[in-house]
């Protein structure tokens, strides 16, 4: 209660304007053109079902070449990479890149690279933020806390903006917290709204799986409209022809679920790094602006062959 009590005075007793919002999103999508190939340098991994080989923090992937592209980036998958086509830094490869260091690549700037590295997996949270914000936004069931969630994004913005050495003393996990309150309070407008819904009065019940233990649940068919499955452990679950619509999604792992027909085509806070760890079909209905996966049609392939 304490916190949510500052964050509302953090975020209403305000003046500003209220700028037209690019509800697109397009500056939220990497852009591998326009960045230094940080998520290949930046990002450790292990070897593991999704790497082939083991890579440190700050060190050039085996796989990256001098133009900044992925050598093997049409056969990752296939090559043990399957970590790589699930990532999505939201954008912040190409802002870390072209405004917060200026378009100087960490090979021309050695002596910064370090700081670029560190900043990065930074305003990849930042980032993940303005994603989730926006969206909040979006939503007309949200309007009684707008102004609070304009103030979040405009400030979360101005965060994305500081110099280095500001980013690396940025107490994040504060301000997620903050953010995390309003994002809360709009999954509980929007999914109570839901309910309140004539269509769906007769079967309108509140759904509490925050956090569940649901790995490889059966839950083919279910009714899991308006459903809190935020942080839920849905890894390997079978949500084949579910209906998830308006059901909170923020932070479920979805790693190799299976969204064969399943509806999700108004569910919230749904990002494109849980779609791509998914497993889906063309039956399965995405938010209008998440890409169905290149690599599900091989997967509806081989499964038609199965069955």
């Known amino acids: 209660m304490y916190i949510e009590k500052e964050v509302h005075v953090l975020f209403e007793n305000h003046d500003y304007p209220h700028p037209k919002r690019d509800i697109s999103r397009n500056n939220l999508?990497?852009?591998?053109?326009?960045?230094?190939?940080?998520?290949?340098?930046?990002?450790?991994f292990a070897a593991s079902v999704d790497f082939a080989i083991d890579k440190d923090a700050g060190k050039?992937?085996?796989?990256?070449?001098?133009?900044?592209?992925?050598?093997?980036?049409?056969?990752?998958?296939?090559?043990?990479?399957?970590?790589?086509?699930?990532?999505?830094?939201?954008?912040?490869?190409?802002?870390?890149?072209q405004i917060t260091f200026e378009g100087v690549d960490w090979r021309e700037g050695p002596e910064t690279a370090r700081k670029m590295f560190d900043v990065f997996p930074i305003?990849?949270?930042?980032?993940e933020m303005l994603w989730y914000?926006?969206?909040?936004?979006?939503?007309?069931?949200?309007?009684?806390?707008?102004?609070?969630?304009?103030?979040?994004?405009?400030?979360?913005?101005?965060?994305?903006?500081?110099?280095?050495?500001s980013l690396m003393e940025l107490d994040v996990p504060s301000h997620r917290?903050?953010?995390?309150?309003?994002?809360?309070?709009?999954?509980?407008?929007?999914?109570?709204?839901?309910?309140?819904?004539?269509?769906?009065?007769k079967k309108s019940r509140k759904i509490d799986r925050r956090g569940?233990?649901?790995?490889?649940?059966?839950?083919?068919?279910?009714?899991?409209?308006?459903?809190?499955?935020?942080?839920?452990?849905?890894i390997a679950a079978d949500l084949r022809d579910a209906d998830l619509r308006v059901a909170d999604l923020i932070g479920a792992d979805l790693r190799d679920a299976d969204l064969r027909g399943a509806d999700l085509t108004e569910s919230i806070f749904l990002t494109q790094v849980q779609i791509n760890s998914a497993k889906g079909d063309t039956r399965t209905k995405l938010p209008p602006l998440l890409s169905?996966?290149?690599?599900?049609?091989?997967?509806?392939?081989?499964?038609?062959k199965i069955t």
Request: hydrophobic share 35%; glycine share 6%.
């Open 29 to 44: 999508h990497a852009n591998c053109e326009n960045c230094f190939g940080l998520c290949c340098v930046a990002l450790p």
């Open 212 to 234: 569940a233990d649901l790995i490889g649940a059966n839950l083919r068919g279910a009714d899991l409209r308006g459903a809190d499955l935020r942080g839920a452990y849905l």
């Open 133 to 165: 914000l926006t969206e909040a936004l979006t939503l007309k069931a949200s309007r009684p806390i707008h102004r609070e969630l304009s103030f979040a994004l405009d400030e979360t913005e101005r965060l994305t903006q500081l110099s280095p050495d």
């Open 60 to 97: 050039p992937c085996s796989n990256l070449q001098s133009d900044f592209r992925c050598g093997i980036h049409k056969n990752l998958r296939q090559q043990g990479f399957k970590g790589c086509t699930v990532f999505e830094c939201f954008g912040a490869g190409q802002k870390v890149s």
């Open 123 to 127: 305003m990849q949270q930042l980032h």
């Open 292 to 304: 169905r996966p290149t690599h599900w049609s091989v997967f509806e392939q081989r499964t038609n």
């Open 177 to 201: 917290a903050d953010v995390n309150v309003l994002l809360l309070r709009t999954s509980e407008l929007v999914r109570t709204e839901s309910r309140r819904q004539p269509k769906n009065s």
